[in-house]
């Protein structure tokens, strides 16, 4: 089955840390995009891509970085993590082809910072 | 920023019984989409709705497009265990082109 995959699915790291997010895809999907979801709170949007050579932020990019390498793999990475990125996180795709807006999410990384 | 509202935050359901829960915006869509995330999984798309007024049904579940274009409802009609999870809505602005999320409404189970 065509699929969205995340490593890793676990994490944990320290304050200062690099940490690097990917996300992989078989769907043949043009966008990928990158969220954060906290306790209580919906999926916020941290940056997204159109394309290969497209990169846009999103709502809340501070603190994050993403890097396109091909049109199926968007990583996301944290520069210097600190506690308040302890948060899960999904990748999603979906085809600009279709001309719908349905959004299909990978599993997750649950990333924790001490 | 734009936000979504939804409600209730959190319901107990019955098993058989019927369940509603709605999301509403000041600002106009064209298109609402309705997930469900159980634990430790990402978010699975259930209904997508993409015209005012329309009504769609996947199996037990039914959602509507608000004739207004601001809101949305989604239906879970005889309810089961297995429907316990977390429903998100989440909707494109008519003059977007990404989607904003509400915060979720939690279904758990009646002790």
């Known amino acids: 089955d065509a699929d969205v995959t995340q490593t890793p699915r676990n994490r944990i790291t320290k304050t200062g840390k690099r940490i690097m997010l990917e996300c992989s895809q078989t769907?043949?999907?043009?966008?990928m995009y990158w969220y954060r979801q906290d306790p209580g709170l919906g999926l916020r949007l941290i940056y997204y891509?159109?394309?290969?050579?497209?990169?846009n932020k999103g709502e809340i990019s501070d603190g994050y970085s993403v890097s396109r390498q091909a049109q199926a793999k968007f990583s996301l990475s944290l520069e210097s993590a600190i506690p308040n990125q302890t948060a899960l996180y999904f990748c999603?795709?979906?085809?600009?082809?279709?001309?719908?807006?349905?959004?299909?999410f990978g599993p997750g990384t649950r990333l924790t910072v001490l | 920023g734009q936000q979504l509202n939804q409600s209730p935050q959190s319901m107990f359901i019955q098993e058989g019984e019927d369940v509603s829960m709605n999301c509403t915006s000041s600002s106009i869509f064209n298109t609402w989409l309705w997930y469900k995330q159980d634990p430790g999984e990402g978010p699975v798309l259930l209904i997508a709705?993409?015209?005012?007024?329309e009504l769609t049904s996947n199996g037990r579940l039914t959602a509507q497009f608000g004739i207004t274009r601001k809101d949305s409802f989604l239906n879970i009609s005889a309810s089961i265990p297995s429907d316990v999870g977390i429903y998100f809505c989440?909707?494109?602005?008519?003059?977007?082109?990404?989607?904003?999320f509400g915060g979720g409404t939690r279904v758990l189970v009646k002790p």
């Open positions: 891509s159109f394309d290969v050579k497209d990169i």
């Open positions: 989440a909707g494109l602005f008519a003059a977007g082109n990404k989607l904003t």
């Open positions: 769907k043949g999907h043009d966008r």
């Open positions: 999603a795709t979906s085809d600009s082809g279709t001309g719908r807006n349905e959004q299909f």
């Open positions: 709705l993409y015209k005012a007024g």
